[in-house]
């Protein structure tokens, strides 16, 4: 078991035990792009919200979802706020005989939320019997656990590569397509066609999930629906709601308090 420090370096691939976890309170982290070779990892946190980025996607974690990494999957980790980290690393031979499966992301039911804690608390030496069993039940339980297809394909264009960096920082959000089509030069027909070959959305479908996700990571961070409603733009708080309904078949509220 290690529990790191804000940006101690860890090299999960240097380890030869098959199951290694790690816990970390950490705050605005960027973990930039990378991957395992020899390991396939478990990305979840119990509490605050992180985004995850990969060569072509991006995921939003919230505590009530956690993301499957294969090995040697290009991966990026960011969040701004604290967030209580987990990790746990498989030898990717032995990932392989459990769970044959490519990124994805899981719902965390309570019971694979405690075994996660647990998991990630052992000490990096052999498994005894009784860490074998919680393991088989673990697996179980992954192998039941519905997936998440809140996803977003990201648009790979050179033309688009520092907003779509703002956007991954956070740092802007992205605009109305008329305001975009100015800002970058690009105009509003070049635009859709870029977006749709690469996302398989509009420009606009795609701003609008954009902003679906971020919103779920505001109000995982505690934000009000006032809040996030003038933070992403939108004309009113009951418009957020609407939005937010028409997307998740729940309101704000609803949709955290059903995944507690």
């Known amino acids: 078991m290690a529990i790191l420090q804000q940006n101690e370096e860890f090299d999960a691939d240097s380890i030869q035990e098959k199951v290694i976890g790690i816990v970390s309170d950490m705050v605005m982290h960027d973990s930039g792009f990378h991957f395992h ?6 990305l979840y946190a119990p509490s605050g919200c992180m985004t995850v ?20 999957e290009i991966h990026r980790v960011n969040f701004r706020n604290m967030v209580a980290y987990r990790s746990i690393y498989f030898d990717e ?25 647990r998991i990630c608390f052992w000490d990096w030496v052999a498994l005894n019997n009784n860490q074998e069993n919680i393991l088989k039940v673990f697996w179980n339980e992954m192998d039941d656990a519905p997936e998440e297809k809140l996803e977003l394909k990201m648009p790979e264009d050179r033309r688009f590569k520092n907003r779509i960096e703002e956007w991954t920082k956070r740092l ?3 605009p109305m397509l008329k305001k975009l089509a100015e800002e970058t030069g690009a105009v509003e027909k070049t635009i859709t066609r870029i977006f749709k070959k690469e996302t398989g959305l509009s420009y606009q479908e795609w701003r ?14 505690g934000n009000s629906i006032g809040e996030v409603s003038y933070i992403l733009d939108f004309s009113s708080d009951s418009a957020f ?11 704000p509220l609803q949709y955290l308090m059903k995944n507690e």
């Not at 070779?37 to 478990?42: I, S």
């Open 93 to 117: 031979e032995y990932a392989e005989k459990h769970i044959n499966s490519s990124l994805k992301v899981l719902q965390v039911n309570p019971l694979l939320k405690e075994m996660i804690e």
């Open 241 to 251: 709601i609407e939005f937010f309904k028409k997307h998740t078949g729940s309101t």
């Open 172 to 174: 802007s959000i992205p």
């Open 37 to 42: 070779t020899a390991k396939a990892q478990l």
């Open 208 to 221: 609008q999930q954009w902003r679906l996700q971020r919103s779920i990571e505001l109000l995982v961070e």
């Open 53 to 72: 980025t990969t060569s072509d996607r991006q995921f939003v974690l919230p505590p009530f979802r956690m993301l499957w990494i294969p090995a040697n």
